[in-house]
Nanobody
Framework: QVQLVESGGGLVQAGGSLRLSCAAS????????MGWFRQAPGQEREFVAV??????VHAASVKGRFTISGDSAKNTVYLQMNSLKTEDTAVYYC???????????????????WGQGTQVTVSS
């Protein structure tokens, strides 16, 4: 089993930055694919970024602004978010895919462990 706890969300003005953290307990996150997803009010949850082994993939909507990274010593995955836009406002979720090591899954159906989410609000 893996437990995921997100932190770092909050209120920020457009153009600002935030760094989200996802602390994993249980098995080391370096054995999994680790993803970030987000869900805005009234919308479906969508893929943001994934890190697996040495590979990273970012959604087109955040590419160049967001960066996913991991620290195996701390069992933590990060999402650095720069140049935030109002449309980035959402609840952000961290997720782990137990059979995903070496794969960069975009589909949330591939992920079997989820955090509780952290709210990110970007004001104009």
């Amino acid at each position: 089993q893996v437990q995921l706890v997100e932190s770092g969300g909050g209120l920020v003005q457009a153009g600002g930055s935030l760094r989200l953290s996802c602390a994993a307990s249980g098995r080391t996150f370096s054995s999994y694919a680790m993803g970030w997803f987000r869900q805005a009010p009234g919308q479906e949850r969508e893929f943001v970024a994934v890190i697996s082994r040495d590979s990273t993939v970012h959604a087109a909507s955040v590419k160049g602004r967001f960066t996913i990274s991991g620290d195996s010593a701390k069992n933590t995955v990060y999402l650095q978010m720069n140049s935030l836009k109002t449309e980035d406002t959402a609840v952000y979720y961290c997720a782990a895919a137990s059979d995903g090591y070496g794969y960069v899954y975009h589909s949330q159906n591939k992920y079997d462990f989820w955090g509780q989410g952290t709210q990110v609000t970007v004001s104009s």
